[in-house]
C-alpha cells in the first residue's frame, strides 16, 4: 500500500436490518484517503455518504452492520481490531465533527470538562493541570478565549461549538477528521470562517479531512479531491480541479449543472429528472440509468466497473468502459 | 481567524419565545421568571420547601419539640385538647407548716392525722398509693416512725374542705380542678403540692386513651413517617434508577423482560401490594421500608429508562463515541447527568406517596410493632374512640395531609419550573 494513502477503505457494504428487508447503505464502495488532503464526499441525502463517515470509525450500532469490507488505517485494518479496543482509536486518530454544533456536546458538561475528558479518556496520566493547560492552549489556537472554556454549550455560538468540536478531535492530534456537513446549520459568514479555519488546521497540522457535504459550493472551496456517492454506490472520484472542470459521469455532470455559476450564464437552473431511488429496491445495472440521459441498453442490465477514466479520475459509467463480461475493481 | 464572542444579553426577552430561553437561564432566574414565564408560581416551592424543611427539623430533633417523652403516661387519659389535666393535690390550712405528705409525715410523728377526700373521687386511691409508699420508706428506715392516715370520706367537696378550715382534718386531697372554683369560699386554705410532687401538665393536642401526650407522639411521628418516606423513597431511586439507565442503554432482552416486571409492578394496585410484601415480611420498620421501596422502583424505572431512549439519540453521545468514550463512561457521564434532573422532581412527590403507604400500613397494624410512635398507628389507635374523643384520630391526620401535602406541592413546583412542558401531558 502506497505510504501516501492514510485510510484505504475495500469494498465496503453497510447494512440497515428494516422491516421492509436489508438495505444497503453503502454498497462495496471502495476509496483512498491520502494524506493531508481534504477530500470531499458529495451526494444527495440518504445516498449513504454519513452511513460511510461513521463506518470509517465503526460506528454503527443497533440496525446496522459491516458485512463485508476491509478499513485499512495507516497499515491497519481496522475490521480486525475487536471491539472493545476501538473506543482506543476513535478520538486519538480519527476525530469527527458532526452535522449539528447545537446538539453534539453534553448539555451538561463544561467546554473544559469535554477538553480535559478527552485527553485523560485517552492518556490517563496526564494531570488536570496539564491537560487544563493543552485545552487552553488549543482552543485559543481556534480564535475561542480560554476564559471561555469553564462556560457550557448552550452559552456558546453554532460556530464556536463547531469549533470545539474540531478542538475535541484535535485534542489528541488525530490524523483523519471525519466532518459530517460541519456547516450545514452554520450561517454563511460562520461557514466561510469555519471553512477558512479548516484549511488552516490542515495546513498548520498536516491534518487528513474528509468532508461529507451536499454542499458543490463548499467542496470547490476547501477539497483537494472529491468523491461523489449516488444511491450508496461511489460514482466518481478525481480532484476537484478535473470533475469540477470535466466530470465523467452523467450524474456528476448533472450534480455540477444544477449548481448556480456565476461563470457560466445558462439561464434556468439544470434540474435532474426522477427520484433518487429506493434502495431497498435499487435498480438493476448502474443504479443511476433510469434517470441517465445518456443511458443505454446494457446500463440496465449489468453494473459498470469503478475505474479509471482518466488518470487519476475513476468513475464508475459504460461510457467509458467496454462490456467484457466481468468487472474489474481498481483502486481509487 | 474566525473570533466572534458572542455575549448573552443579560435578561432573557420579555414573554412570548420563553421555551427557548428556558435553556439558557439558571435556577433562580427561572424560579423568579417562571410565572411571568408560563404562570408557575415560586410561592408555592417556597412556602412548601420552607414547611419541608421544618418537617425535617422537627424529625431531626424531636427531643427539643416534644414536651413529653411519646411512650410516657403523662396525664389522664382521654383528656381534650386545651382541657387542664386535673391533678390531686394537698389542701391545708394557711397557717400550716407542711405543704406534702412527707413533710405533713415527718411533723406527726407517727400520729395518725386525718386526711379528708370526697366520696366517689379518684383522689382517695391517689392517697392510698401515696401514703403506703411514704409509709413503707420510714419502715424501711426502721426507727419505728410509720405514716398511716386516718382517711375520712365526705359526701361533697364543701364539707371536706370545712373540715379542714375547721381543724378537724390536716388537710383534704382534692382535684385541683374543683379547688378552683371553691376557692373563694375558704380564705384561710391554701392549695399545697399535688400528691406526686409534679405539677400540672398542659396537653395541646389532648391525650389518648392509655394517657400518652398526643403532639408529643405527633412529633416523634414526624421522624418516622420522615424516615420511612426518605429511606423507601431513596432505596426505590437506588435501585430504579440503574435498572431504568441499563434496561434504556442496553435494550434487547434484558430490557423486554425488566420492562414487563416492571409493568406488571405497575399495574398491582400500590397499597394492595405493599399490604402483601409487609404481611409476608411481618411488621418492622425496615420491612415497611422494603416492601414500599419495591411499590416505587418502576416509578423511577419507567421515567429513567424513557430519558435514556430519547438522550441515547441525541448527537452529543454518538459525538462522545466519536472522541472514544467507552460504554460505562457513556452511561455515566452523559446519560446519567441529562436524565438525572427529572429524576429528582419524582423524588419529592415519591416521598409524600411513600409517607402516605408507610401511614395506610400502619394504620392496617401491617406496617410497625404498636409500640412506636407513629401516626399510622395512632390512627388506627384514634378510630376506636372516634364518638369519644375526636381529637385522637383528627391530628394525626391533619399530620399526615400537611407532610404530604408539602412534598408533593414542592415536587409540584420544582417540576413546573422546570420542565413546564411537561405540564400538559
Known amino acids: 500500500m502506497a505510504d501516501d494513502i492514510l485510510y484505504s477503505v475495500r469494498n465496503l457494504t453497510v447494512d440497515y436490518k428494516t422491516r421492509g428487508g436489508i438495505v444497503h447503505a453503502v454498497d462495496n464502495v471502495s476509496l483512498d484517503i491520502r494524506r493531508g488532503e481534504i477530500l470531499g464526499l458529495v451526494g444527495e441525502s440518504g445516498c449513504g455518504k454519513s452511513t460511510f463517515g461513521k463506518a470509517l470509525m465503526r460506528l454503527h450500532d443497533g440496525p446496522a452492520s459491516i458485512p463485508n469490507g476491509e478499513l ?85 455560538s453554532g460556530g464556536m461549538r463547531q469549533r470545539v468540536m474540531i478542538s475535541l478531535a484535535l485534542a489528541l492530534r488525530a490524523k483523519l477528521v471525519i466532518a459530517d456537513e460541519p456547516t450545514t446549520s452554520l450561517d454563511v459568514i460562520v461557514e466561510a470562517k469555519f471553512l477558512d479555519l479548516l484549511k488552516e488546521l490542515q495546513e498548520e497540522f498536516n491534518l487528513t479531512i474528509l468532508l461529507i457535504t451536499h454542499n458543490i459550493g463548499v467542496v470547490a472551496e476547501v477539497c483537494d479531491r472529491v468523491a461523489v456517492m449516488y444511491a450508496a454506490k461511489m460514482v466518481e472520484v478525481g480532484s476537484v480541479e478535473a470533475v469540477f472542470a470535466d466530470p465523467k459521469h452523467p450524474y456528476t455532470q448533472g450534480l455540477l449543472r444544477s449548481v448556480p455559476n456565476i461563470k457560466l450564464d445558462e439561464g434556468d437552473l439544470y434540474k435532474m429528472g426522477g427520484e433518487p431511488p429506493s434502495l431497498l429496491h435499487p435498480p438493476t445495472g448502474c443504479r443511476f440509468h433510469p434517470r441517465c440521459p445518456k443511458a443505454m441498453d446494457i446500463c440496465s442490465r449489468e453494473e459498470p466497473a469503478f475505474e479509471s477514466v482518466a488518470g487519476e479520475q475513476l468513475a464508475s459509467c459504460w461510457l467509458y468502459q467496454k462490456a467484457d463480461g466481468k468487472q474489474k475493481v481498481t483502486n481509487g | 481567524m474566525a473570533n466572534q464572542i458572542e455575549n448573552l444579553p443579560n435578561t432573557p426577552p420579555e414573554g412570548a419565545n420563553w421555551e427557548s430561553d428556558l435553556k439558557k437561564v439558571g435556577f433562580v432566574r427561572r424560579l423568579l421568571r417562571a410565572r411571568h414565564w408560563y404562570g408557575a408560581d415560586w410561592w408555592f416551592v417556597l412556602i412548601s420547601s ?25 396525664g389522664p387519659r382521654f383528656l381534650a385538647p386545651g382541657e387542664e389535666a386535673a391533678l390531686s393535690v394537698l389542701v391545708v390550712p394557711s397557717s400550716a407548716s407542711y405543704s406534702n405528705l412527707k413533710e405533713l409525715a415527718a411533723g406527726e410523728g407517727s400520729t395518725r392525722p386525718r386526711i379528708g377526700v370526697v366520696q366517689g373521687s379518684s383522689t382517695a386511691g391517689d392517697l392510698n398509693t401515696q401514703a403506703q409508699l411514704i409509709d413503707q420508706k420510714l419502715k424501711e428506715q426502721g426507727n419505728g416512725v410509720r405514716f398511716r392516715p386516718v382517711i375520712a370520706r365526705y359526701a361533697s367537696l364543701d364539707l371536706a374542705l370545712q373540715a379542714v378550715a375547721d381543724g378537724t382534718d390536716s388537710a383534704a386531697v382534692v382535684q385541683s380542678t374543683e379547688f378552683v372554683s371553691v376557692k373563694a369560699k375558704f380564705t384561710t386554705l391554701r392549695e399545697a403540692d399535688s400528691l406526686t410532687g409534679e405539677t400540672a401538665g398542659s396537653f395541646a393536642l389532648g391525650t389518648n386513651d392509655i394517657g400518652q401526650d398526643l403532639l408529643s407522639r405527633l412529633i416523634w411521628g414526624t421522624r418516622i413517617a420522615l424516615i420511612i418516606g426518605f429511606t423507601s423513597a431513596i432505596l426505590s431511586l437506588f435501585l430504579g434508577v440503574p435498572l431504568g439507565l441499563l434496561a434504556g442503554f442496553l435494550g434487547g432482552a434484558f430490557d423486554r423482560i425488566l420492562s414487563l416486571v416492571m409493568d406488571s409492578l405497575y399495574a398491582f394496585p400500590g397499597l394492595i401490594l405493599a399490604i402483601a410484601i409487609a404481611a409476608v415480611l411481618g411488621p418492622s420498620i425496615l420491612n415497611i421500608i422494603i416492601a414500599i421501596s419495591v411499590l416505587y422502583i418502576p416509578t423511577y424505572y419507567r421515567i429513567v429508562r424513557g430519558q435514556t431512549l430519547s438522550v441515547k439519540q441525541e448527537v452529543y453521545i454518538e459525538a462522545a463515541q466519536s472522541i472514544g468514550a467507552r460504554r460505562p463512561e457513556i452511561l455515566g457521564r452523559y446519560i446519567l447527568p441529562n436524565v438525572i434532573p427529572s429524576v429528582f422532581i419524582i423524588f419529592s412527590v415519591n416521598i409524600a406517596d411513600a409517607i402516605l403507604t408507610g401511614a395506610g400500613l400502619s394504620f392496617l397494624g401491617l406496617g410497625l410493632p404498636p409500640t412506636i410512635a407513629d401516626w399510622g398507628i395512632d390512627l388506627a389507635r384514634g378510630q376506636r374512640f372516634i364518638q369519644t374523643a375526636p381529637w385522637m384520630i383528627t391530628y394525626p391526620g391533619i399530620a399526615i395531609v400537611l407532610v404530604v401535602l408539602s412534598f408533593t406541592l414542592m415536587g409540584e413546583g420544582l417540576t413546573e419550573i422546570f420542565n413546564p412542558k411537561l405540564r400538559d401531558r
Open chain 1, 72 to 156: 485499512w488505517f495507516d497499515g491497519q485494518d481496522l475490521m480486525k481490531v475487536p471491539m472493545k479496543d476501538m473506543p482506543a482509536i476513535r478520538g486519538a486518530d480519527i476525530g469527527m465533527v458532526f452535522q449539528d454544533p447545537m446538539t453534539s456536546l453534553n448539555p451538561v458538561q463544561s467546554i473544559m470538562e469535554h477538553l480535559t475528558e478527552t485527553i485523560q479518556t485517552h492518556e490517563p496520566k496526564v494531570s488536570d493541570a496539564a491537560a487544563h493547560a493543552r485545552a487552553e492552549d488549543l482552543v485559543e489556537r481556534l480564535g475561542i478565549r480560554h476564559e471561555r472554556l469553564k462556560e457550557y454549550p448552550h452559552q456558546m
Open chain 2, 50 to 74: 420552607i414547611a419541608v424543611i421544618g418537617f425535617i427539623i422537627v424529625a431531626i430533633f424531636p427531643g427539643l419539640f416534644a414536651p413529653y417523652s411519646p411512650d410516657a403516661l403523662v
